[in-house]
């Protein structure tokens, strides 16, 4: 899918915290949003599902404003993984396959499919409760609820935030080898993981975008120069302590 | 015990009017109350809140004469019985609706929204289910209530185990107050302890 913000202003609290922000994303293209905390990354993200109406500007998915049923095939992860607690993990996982109406058999040879893709075995988790998994295990199954419909764009606000490091490194890996090929605009404040999940990094400061650049020159760019010194620190570190 | 076992017949259909007035008014409220309690919650929160509330000050006896005069709903008898009984039970139903519906954590609900469930869709599949254990405890304050306040109903000739303490009242004889009033009392109280049980399943 196509995402394309034109001009897109949001504002909140008799503030703007969305700035005139212009943004293209092509199919199959893998997006990071990063920036600092109240940078606007999120509401970005919630304007491209139509959850927030822009005050000025457009949004179009693939050309069309998006609506409910065009968000059906916007995969959608958060943090937490925001499961619904009433319903086992294949419930979760057959959410939007149950709004879009597919018969039992097909939902789930597909619940099996996807959690297997996420990397959780079908036949220990399908029955299990939300509140009886493990963070990581909660947001696989969140990645899994997203993937379920097959999305034609994902979009993943800060889905590895709340986890410790060595589980964050081990699910980046799972969840991007789970989206494939996937159009995919991810939302992080960790340099490190914009580097690791996408070709194409987005820098937002105050809701505006400052810095648009493809993966590899991006720690170059002027704009990202405190990216960059934290990096550098980062590596002297590890060099030293490895 | 001889004096129980005399009137054991009608005690047990009493019994039974009692539960039919005080059950099909919670029906009643739940049917009602429930959607009542999901505008309150997504719009009308004052008007509707307002009108329940003014509603329960009514005392009970005077809500009975109130509703003798009015033509279909009124007159004597079990259905303007049931219907007092309902409005009293509609206050703890739309509350519990509006506090569990508001105690869902926003994440959740935002999840459904940003999956593509329709209001409809969101508000049965996920938001109604996750605030049932708090509608349940309305429930059963509402079914309390009504078992207690159906005793009155008596007044307007709607019978249930009021007739005995009306009776009683009138020639003075504590037998036939306790007659109605003890299985009152405890109808009141296993409605209760089920209800509970129900509750703490749910959550």
């Not at chain 1, 090929?181 to 914009?194: F, G, I, M």
């Amino acid at each position: 899918m196509d995402v394309a913000l034109a001009s897109v202003e949001v504002h909140a609290g008799g503030r703007a915290i969305v700035r005139d922000v212009t943004l293209t994303i092509r199919k199959g293209e893998r997006v990071a949003l990063l920036g600092p905390s109240g940078a606007g990354k999120s509401t970005c993200l919630r304007l491209i599902n139509g959850l927030v109406e822009p005050a000025r500007g457009t949004v179009r998915v693939d050309g069309r404003v998006v609506d409910v049923a065009l968000r059906r095939s916007i995969g959608w992860v958060i943090q937490d993984g925001a499961l619904f607690p009433h319903l086992s993990v294949a419930d979760n996982v057959a959410f939007v396959p149950h709004l879009l109406g597919w018969d039992a058999a097909r939902i789930d040879a597909r619940v099996d499919e996807v959690l297997a893709l996420v990397g959780l075995e079908a036949e220990r988790f399908r029955r299990a409760m939300p509140r009886k998994l493990s963070g990581g295990e909660r947001q696989r199954v969140g990645v899994a609820r997203a993937l379920a419909a097959r999305p034609r764009l994902m979009l993943l606000d800060e889905p590895f935030a709340a986890l410790d490091p060595l589980l964050r490194s081990e699910l980046q890996r799972d969840v991007a080898r789970a989206l494939g090929d996937t159009t995919t605009v991810l939302v992080t404040h960790d340099v490190v993981e914009a580097l690791t999940m996408s070709d194409r990094i987005v820098l937002l400061r105050d809701g505006a975008v400052v810095l648009d650049a493809p993966r590899d020159g991006f720690l170059r760019a002027p704009a990202a120069s405190d990216y960059a010194d934290t990096a550098r620190r980062a590596l002297a570190v590890l060099g030293g302590a490895l | 015990m001889s004096y129980v076992g005399e009137h054991l017949a009608e005690v047990l259909t009493r019994t039974g009017e009692h539960l039919a007035l005080s059950l099909g008014a919670t029906l009643g409220a739940v049917l009602i109350g429930l959607p009542l309690g999901v505008l309150a919650e997504r719009r009308l929160e004052r008007p509707v809140l307002a009108v329940v509330d003014v509603v329960q000050t009514i005392p009970s006896l005077a809500l009975f004469g109130l509703l003798l005069p009015l033509p279909l709903i009124g007159g004597i008898g079990a259905t303007p019985a049931v219907i007092a009984l309902l409005l009293y039970a509609l206050l703890p139903i739309v509350r519990t609706t509006v506090v569990g519906l508001r105690g869902i954590d926003p994440a959740i609900v935002e999840a459904a929204r940003g999956l593509g469930a329709t209001d409809r869709q969101r508000l049965l599949r996920v938001e109604l289910p996750l605030a049932f254990p708090t509608i349940v405890a309305g429930i059963r304050v509402a079914a309390v209530t009504s078992i207690g306040t159906a005793t009155i109903a008596a007044a307007i000739g709607a019978g249930g185990l009021g007739t005995f303490v009306f009776r009683g009242v009138a020639v003075v004889d504590n037998r036939l107050i306790l007659l109605g009033a003890v299985p009152a009392a405890l109808l009141a109280v296993l409605t209760d302890v089920v209800l509970r049980a129900v509750e703490r399943r749910l959550s």
